[in-house]
């Protein structure tokens, strides 16, 4: 089975264009998250999708956006980009039964370099 | 709000050595979650620890769940080189739904 495929898997933007980052989870995986991770900075947590509905949202500015469609994948945005956003971006999906989370299947990430 | 802590930051271990990161967390977690992240990859599952008390073992790893389910460690017996990494462990909060928060992560170096 396919795992989680995140593209595009490097970009590079200039200061204060906008980017879309794609998500496509695992067959069948409902819950999609996002991270950002920078050297030192471990994964901060940007937002969850459930079903097309963001569930959970992290410490990000407006900035960064996300959703989910019918078909689970998911897309983050990220407008008027700033240097500091630049990092390795990665998406992960669980497969959600009942109330309980299983483990998470992280994608091989998209690297943005902001310039 | 919720937090997961990780200690220490970093570790450098002679190969041979024993290893161990600790995470705790300021509230109850239902479970906690161990994942393994090699240099220039991305994070992968290891293991799931959902009883007070718990502890699990793979191969050289020894997972426990702490008895207030707060904390949780991840012991390597005998490091190797293919241990180098960085190991994060994601506290699951019961809400509505298992709201995942991950720690800052350990990373591991192994000197040969």
């Known amino acids: 089975k396919a795992g989680v495929t995140q593209t595009p898997r490097y970009l590079i933007k200039t200061r204060g264009q906008q980017v879309t980052l794609s998500c496509s989870p695992i067959s069948g995986h409902r819950s999609v998250s996002w991270y950002q991770q920078t050297p030192g900075q471990g994964l901060q947590f940007l937002f969850e999708y459930f079903s097309e509905t963001q569930r959970n949202k992290g410490n990000f500015p407006g900035r960064f956006s996300g959703r989910q469609f019918s078909n689970s994948r998911s897309e983050m945005n990220v407008s008027t980009l700033e240097l500091g956003d630049s990092a390795l971006y990665l998406c992960?999906?669980?497969?959600?039964?009942?109330?309980?989370?299983?483990?998470?299947?992280f994608g091989q990430g998209t690297r943005l370099t902001v310039v | 709000g919720q937090q997961v802590m990780q200690i220490p930051q970093y570790q450098h271990v002679q190969e041979g050595e024993d290893f161990t990161t600790y995470c705790n967390s300021s509230?109850?977690?239902?479970?906690i979650q161990w994942y393994k992240q090699r240099p220039g990859g991305h994070p992968v599952f290891l293991i799931q620890?959902?009883?007070?008390?718990e502890v699990k073992k793979q191969k050289r790893l020894t997972f426990q769940f702490g008895e207030a389910k707060k904390n949780s460690s991840l012991h390597i017996t005998a490091t190797q080189t293919t241990d180098v990494g960085t190991y994060f462990c994601a506290g699951c909060k019961k809400t509505s739904y298992d709201k995942v928060i991950f720690g800052p992560g350990t990373s591991l170096s192994v000197i040969p």
């Open positions: 992960a999906s669980s497969l959600v039964t009942g109330r309980a989370n299983t483990e998470a299947f």
């Open positions: 620890l959902v009883k007070s008390g």
């Open positions: 509230t109850t977690l239902s479970n």
